[in-house]
């Protein structure tokens, strides 16, 4: 009698292991899929309000955690890259610092006032590449009384002190608003002064990258999009917001997230019968074992 009941006991939690594990192997998870009006793979370009983008790079990631998405059990990353031909630059020029203009040294001058709307450049006057230009004189000068002296390269005598014998530095005055080349950008426009520098704007390409992964956003002409993965080797991207709208989330990010929440939904359950499985075929054994063990009279 007590075999008989551990057999139907058995055959009870066998068919409650298997028939969970059957379902196991019949269900499959919910797929993401979404209206993207972006999508590429590796090395594609797509426009937008007339700015081209390039999703450069899709791979997988390793060490990924799986996660959701197309990426299976690796994590799909990915770069997405582009030049903003008119990027805008400024610097600071420093009162008092040195810069190269017309291809000399000068000064920077900024006097103190109310309203400051100019600076000046006070030349600094090269020594050695004057004497290198003047073959009628030594290149270097020679000290006489505490003094530089420029020398005769005739007869090596002494022709006048270096003050007297150098130019007399020129100034050039540069007005907020003029053009001033500025370490390479001749288009370099001065756009504010203060007592303590002037600040200068050009315009220049920029190169810029945004990494893609899998629900991530980035930024697209000034609007919000995120990124999926269907599979290894494409990317889509999608609105966040509706058209016009910053607190509206679009249909496609809606059915994005309602896909991931029955992703989840699924898992859990998925699990549950997993537990089911196997804690059915272990009281299973369990019984059947001790139905059979030998019984002391």
Known sequence: MQRRAAAI???????????????????????????????????????VDGQEYTISTIEEESGGGGGHGGGGGASIVGELTWTNESARSTADIENGSNVSYQDRTW??????????????????????RVLLNDPAVENETANYQGEQWVV?????????????????????????????????NEDAEVVSITASAATVAWTEASDNTAELSEG??????????????????TAQLAPVYASGQETE?????????????????????????????????????????????????
Request: proline fraction near 5%; avoid cysteine.
């Open 9 to 47: 006991y058995f055959v009870f939690f066998l068919v409650i292991g298997v028939g969970a594990y059957t379902y196991i192997g019949m269900v499959q998870a919910p797929h993401v899929s979404i209206d993207a009006p972006i999508e590429g793979g590796a090395n594609s370009s797509f426009t």
């Open 107 to 128: 000064q920077v001058g900024i006097e103190n006032a109310s309203e400051i709307t100019e600076f000046t450049l006070h030349e600094q006057v090269n020594a050695t």
């Open 152 to 184: 005769w390269a005739e007869n090596e005598t002494l022709r006048e002190p270096l003050a007297d014998y150098l130019p007399e530095p020129e100034t050039e005055t540069i007005a907020l608003g003029d053009t001033f080349p500025y370490e390479g």
């Open 216 to 233: 991530g956003n980035v930024t697209i002409q000034g609007q919000t999009y995120f990124v999926h993965f269907p599979d290894n080797s």
């Open 249 to 297: 989330r679009s249909d496609a990010f809606a059915s994005y997230r309602n896909t991931l929440d029955r992703q989840d939904y699924f898992s859990e359950r998925k699990n549950g019968l997993w537990g089911i499985t196997l804690i059915s075929l272990t009281a299973a054994v369990i019984l059947l074992g001790a139905a059979y063990m030998p019984v002391k009279d």
